[in-house]
DNA sequence: TGAACGCGTGAAACCGGTTACAAAGAAAGG
DNA sequence: CCTTTCTTTGTAACCGGTTTCACGCGTTCA
């Protein structure tokens, strides 16, 4: 490994102006600079960054805090893919890297005696590895923990999930707009009774689709009567037998609104089994616009999340905190209605 | 930050002998090792990783090679969310986190001159971080990229793509017996006439699921006419329009094995279009066992992988070079066979 | 009793960068 | 022409660990 040292002793400068160069291009004349920068491109010289970060006290590391909830086994993250390469894109056209931090089962977080999923014990590794920040993604409902990192006053950015603190904010869609679009829609079709299954109430995402909701539907001068809000957990089984107890009801919707694709799709389902034909008899409207979405039969109307663009606003956010700015308020990505065949 | 200065100053012994604590607690004695503990724990110490990686050149890093393929835009991985659980676990339980290395348009990566998905930038960064290996994600279709990083010497291990190198070696499902077991499921269930949509050619999973299907139907006693075998390139459309090739037959196939989930997905579209019931006019069977598969209607006959198993092999065999051993062989994980509605 | 050995320990060099500070030289101002 | 200021450069301390080497001491063996 060529080091700062040998270049600068080749071209007889100091390791000082060696550095300088890389760092501070400017301060340096020209003709040593362009020295310096052609003998390390021929010593293919490449810094080490671990001595970097140990003199900066930076080292170009995001981290990303991404446990999978032992309380919820099946969980698995709607979008986590496109969500990691609108991350990892926006960060590398930064310089830097996004580490996956070990967590339970670690050695050497058994070590220092932390215990496992402990907020304190990624705080240590934050602080082990000179991290920048943090990102988080939702791992099903560990909100206190998230709340505990938020608190940690290193700068984070949650995704889908409410946090705040002195340099925590989070990224999540236009769920308020989302929904009202989805209304609008409903309504421009000729619905006037329409009901919606919620996700948990505890789930920001959840809430704030709701409130778009009644936004819409208030704007549109529609009641929304107490049994026309069915709550589900965002699984399929809670969208099939909410939207049973909604056709059962005396005076049935003719159009729901679901907070979920996958309680869309157990809307489906309930319908075919009431015999109810989708659209005609019932409509339904998805949100997040999963792979599934579009081969169901008949295919869902839904909200498209922007899964990468998600990605890209958590790594500039995090960037921000990280070099020096202001906590950016919550962002809130704009959603797109897909309109397919089971609404109409 | 507490540093291991400030903790030997506070016990009354050298720098050495904390140092030693921490790494070979044996070689100080039990008073001495039993103060610094102490004095490290109330101090709320924590060992400098920078500092460390620095004089070691060990970070307790590996490197995740993953790149989104720009020449097949669409592409996504079947099993990323798995894998990327057991590989985390399994690198978290000997004490090892992952980075997700940086790549195209990395302003580090430009300033030192490297062009964009460049494998040696990849190995730049794996000489800047110190880091101990790198686990290469197939990510479409850069086998010659994979190729680079087998030759580049340091100890690499591909999910799902066959390489080879001085300390590289690869990790995948038992595609050979899963695709057997496959086609003897078929068998039994009365199919005498079985066709195969594989995957690309070059794809070393995709060669190998032809193998065993091909020697699956030797073993029963049946033919493949060269007509039975189309080769797809595991995206839905072609294992669509496969299909309608395979019905449009004079003899067409009662069966057909699909070297993916997603074309099964296409075969089942194809049947529907066509106005084949599935399974009675033509049985389905993919490979993969994606979320998708238990969701489509009727449910897929698919074999599942071990998807994080797949991750939890991959860790181990990184490991094991990186701790010095001896490059381990290529690991198949079986299969398992999961009956659903497709096929009967 | 003296040589050989092993153990526990500390001093100091080292890993490879960054940066505060001082100094030298060049340019600008009176 | 002398003083002041700015630019460029080098020296050396520093970041926080690890590790080599030598030393002092108590055992063991001949």
Redesign the pocket.
Known sequence: ?????E??QLC?????????V???P????????EVVERVARELD????E???A????RSGLIGLVWDTDHRRPGWRHPYLQELLIGLKSALSAHGYHLLMLATSGSAALRAVGASLADPVAYVNMTRRHHLGGLVLIDSGSDAPAFAAFAQSGLPCVAVDVDVDGPRATYVTSDNVGGAAMAVRHLVEAGHRRIATITGPRANRPAADRLDGFRAAMAEAGLAVPPEYVVEGDFYRPSGQSATRSLIALPEPPTAVFCAGDEMAVGALLAARHAGLRVPDDLAVVGFDDIELAALVEPPLTTLAQDKAGIGVAAARAVLTMVHGGEKPPPAFLPTRLVVRSSSR
Chains 1, 2 share one sequence.
């Open positions: 490994m060529t080091t700062i040292r270049i600068a007889g400068v100091s390791v000082a102006t060696v550095s300088r890389f760092n501070q400017l301060t340096v004349s020209k003709e040593k600079r010289y490449r810094p080490n671990s001595a970097r140990l003199a900066t006290k």
